[in-house]
């Protein structure tokens, strides 16, 4: 009964940490369906792309495509194929996605996020 007030607290204090990390980086969670330090990997690392594309010394607009890039192959590395992201201002979407890997978060009230994992399946062709 012990392990589970300990692991229920755990939960607790990652979902407290995760709300401060949001706070922190001015971003709004939509919607998620993933393990709470994937949630702040992906919050952490936008806020990270899109701080380093729209630095003063530059001042050109960040690239969506190129933020999406970023986040789908560090993704892709970190927990393994095949994850999936969209970025932008202004679209609708609607997927089907791997239990535990979804998220869905807005930066700034401006920029929206849209990262999933789907399965892969490898293709044989048959012996002839």
């Avoid at 932008?88 to 979407?93: I, K, Q």
């Avoid at 009230?109 to 062709?125: A, N, Y």
Wanted: glycine letters at 4%.
């Amino acid at each position: 009964m012990e392990n589970r007030k300990t692991r229920s607290r755990e939960e607790l204090e990652e979902e407290v940490n995760l709300a401060a990390a949001a706070i922190t980086l001015n971003v709004r969670l939509r919607s998620s369906d993933m393990p709470v330090y994937m949630q702040q990997r992906a919050l952490r690392l936008t806020r990270s792309l899109l701080d380093s594309s729209s630095s003063p010394k530059t001042t050109s607009r960040p690239n969506p495509t190129h933020i999406a890039r970023a986040i789908k192959k560090e993704f892709d590395l970190l927990y393994g194929p095949a994850w999936h992201c969209v970025v932008g201002t202004g679209f609708g979407s609607f997927v089907t996605h791997s239990p535990g890997g979804f998220i869905y978060f807005s930066l700034d009230d401006s920029l929206s996020v849209l990262l999933f994992k789907t399965e892969v399946q490898l293709v044989t062709e048959p012996n002839t």
